[in-house]
């Protein structure tokens, strides 16, 4: 599996952050309380839902969002030469969970038990 791009609106501490992996070692350096952790476990969030979470549902929107403002995790990789696309979610007060699946260009998954059967 090779990571393409991780984008994150309202996860954990990241009002909107997008970041584009190179080919190759990844080192991801910064100080105490940055976010290094946030971006592993919003990768992992992304493949494998609340069980990959450190907190529950309700310690995974960030802190100054407004209420009922959408987390959002897409997840862009390659694994056996096909391109996936993958978007997990959390919307409204109650924070329903969603979550889609494309690969090679095709949905594949559209929901979060779609997604977790084929991930």
Do not use: C, H
């Not at 952050?17 to 105490?32: C, H, K, M, R, T």
């Not at 990959?52 to 969002?65: F, H, L, P, S, V």
């Amino acid at each position: 599996m090779r990571l393409v791009s991780l984008s994150l609106k309202n996860y954990r501490r990241f009002k909107e952050a997008f970041i584009e992996f190179p080919d190759g070692v990844i080192g991801i350096v910064g100080l105490n309380g940055a976010g290094k952790s946030t971006l592993i476990e919003a990768i992992a969030w992304a493949l494998y839902g609340s069980i990959a979470a450190r907190t529950d549902k309700e310690g995974i929107r960030r802190t100054n969002a407004p209420l009922g403002s959408a987390v959002e995790v897409t997840l862009e990789f390659e694994l056996g030469g096909t391109a996936f696309k993958l978007l997990r979610t959390l919307r409204g007060s109650g924070q329903s969970g969603d979550a889609r699946l494309w690969g090679g260009g095709k949905l594949i998954a559209d929901s979060v038990r779609g997604v977790d059967q084929e991930v």
